[in-house]
């Protein structure tokens, strides 16, 4: 079965900097892409970033020119740099693997920006 973990997130002040890390275990048929989403409390989850397998990347609005999105050299890990964090930031941020026919999530990790 496939699993995906995240790590990296904590509480930052407003303007500071976090680094998330999904590492992925287990078997991947027909890859397309993986990515960041997150949920902030009591609204849906939307995405943040991903990147397909060929390397080109997509990005919200909200995040362009703060966040950047990059795969591992083991095409089973992705990272989310994420700067000048704004208290809107503050939400629990999930990894993504996308193939032709699933989607596996992570268990999320939450980031707190303070003002």
């Known amino acids: 079965q496939v699993q995906l973990v995240e790590s990296g997130g904590g509480l930052v002040q407003a303007g500071g900097s976090l680094t998330l890390s999904c590492t992925a275990s287990?078997?991947?048929?027909?890859?397309?892409?993986m990515g960041w989403y997150r949920q902030a409390a009591g609204k849906q989850r939307e995405l943040v970033a991903d990147?397909?397998?060929?390397?080109?990347?997509n990005y919200a609005d909200s995040v362009k020119g703060r966040f950047t999105i990059s795969r591992g050299n083991a095409k089973n890990t992705v990272y989310l740099q994420m700067n000048s964090l704004k208290p809107e930031d503050t939400a629990v941020y999930y990894c993504?693997?996308?193939?032709?026919?699933?989607?596996?999530w992570g268990q999320g990790t939450q980031v707190t920006v303070s003002s």
């Open positions: 993504r693997t996308r193939t032709s026919f699933n989607n596996y």
């Open positions: 287990g078997s991947f048929f027909n890859l397309v892409a």
């Open positions: 990147i397909a397998n060929g390397g080109s990347t």
